[in-house]
C-alpha cells in the first residue's frame, strides 16, 4: 500500500512558476513509477510526466516539454513536479500516482495509487 499527499499547488500568474510535491507512504517508494497527471474542468484526465525507478528515465506530454521538470528524491520517498512558463490552459488539478511496471507510463490505467491532488490556477 502506498499513500501519496501532493502539495504545492495555487495561484500564479502566466510564465510564473510552480513546483509541485508528492510525498510517498512506505518503505518501497524505489519499486514504483511515478507519473504526475492533470485534469481541467470539463475534462478528461491527462498525462502531464512519468519518472523512472531510479530517476533515470523521464517522459512529458507534449504540451509541457520543455517547460515542466519531473524529478524524484528517493531517499525523501518524494517526487517533483518543476513548472515554467505556465500558461492559463495549465490551470487544473494535478494529481501524483504510482505504478509498479512503468509498462504504459502515459496511462492513467496503469497507476494503481493516487493522490488527492493539489490545484493550480494561471491567471492571464
Known amino acids: 500500500q502506498v499513500q501519496l499527499v501532493e502539495s504545492g499547488g495555487g495561484l500564479v500568474q502566466a510564465g510564473g512558476s510552480l513546483r509541485l510535491s508528492c510525498a510517498a507512504s512506505?518503505?518501497?517508494?524505489?519499486?514504483?513509477?511515478m507519473g504526475w497527471f492533470r485534469q481541467a474542468p470539463g475534462k478528461e484526465r491527462e498525462f502531464v510526466a512519468a519518472i523512472s525507478w531510479s530517476g533515470g528515465s523521464t517522459y512529458y506530454a507534449d504540451s509541457v516539454k520543455g517547460r515542466f521538470t519531473i524529478s524524484r528524491d528517493n531517499a525523501k520517498n518524494t517526487v517533483y513536479l518543476q513548472m515554467g512558463s505556465l500558461k492559463p490552459e495549465d490551470t487544473a488539478i494535478y494529481y501524483c500516482?504510482?505504478?509498479?511496471?512503468?509498462?504504459?507510463?502515459?496511462?492513467?490505467?496503469?497507476?494503481?495509487?493516487w493522490g488527492q491532488g493539489t490545484q493550480v490556477t494561471v491567471s492571464s
Open positions: 512506505g518503505r518501497t517508494f524505489r519499486s514504483y513509477y
Open positions: 500516482a504510482a505504478d509498479r511496471s512503468g509498462r504504459t507510463y502515459y496511462s492513467e490505467y496503469e497507476y494503481e495509487y
